[in-house]
């Protein structure tokens, strides 16, 4: 009996299409030691005739019961048996192409998803929290002040005469000589920053040359040069 050359699986005389694999059988001799094809199972939907022959459902040719393969049309007439792999090659699944933004260049892949950074942690307060840290340097004189543990101190000089005195008397150190007023300025903090704030002086408090106005504060930057009417200070911390 003819062999396949294509899967090599025996054939009846005559057969034009392979029973095992369906491909159109070529006019060879029959090898020796060929490999016998795999047991098929007979088609619940053709089931043999009283005669041994079913009929090909696509051209109506007759087949021997058993037969894979039409021999007229190569239409499969059964099943392969369970376990027997199949001859005919999965087909690859790719996925659906995702749609691109409206401006997006598709040569440019999505940008990466980046995770939000850990909170930080919350800043120690770095204001004062009193005046105790602050002095006031008078260059002339080479004389430091510290004042004391509160938030505000008011500077100027002692007058027995008005009853007036201030926290921070400028009188032993040329206050009186240089224009410094008896309730000159006032010097506070606020939510840790220190503050000056002119208390309608008659002569008037400088900022780094600027003229204070009365009644509105001046912050205070580490090192600022002071006048109080024409003392020079350094307010320091």
Known sequence: MPFCDQCGAENPVGARFCDQCGAPMLLTTPTIGAVSPPVLAPSAAHPPSSI???????????????????????Q????????????VPPQQVFPAPQPIAAGASSNHLPAPVSLPAAPAAPALPSGLVSLKAVRIIIPQRGVTLALGDTTQVTIGRADPVSQSFPDVDLTPYGGLEQGVGRRHVRLFLERGQPFLDDLHSTNGTFVNGTK?????????????????GNMPVRIQW
Do not use: H, M
């Open 52 to 74: 041994g022959t079913i009929t090909c459902p696509a051209c109506g040719a007759s087949a021997i019961v058993g037969q894979a393969f039409c021999d007229e049309c190569g």
């Open 212 to 228: 204070l106005i009365p009644g509105t504060p001046r912050a205070l930057i580490q090192g600022d040069d002071v006048r109080l």
């Open 76 to 87: 499969p007439l059964l099943p392969l048996v369970v376990g027997t792999p199949s001859l």
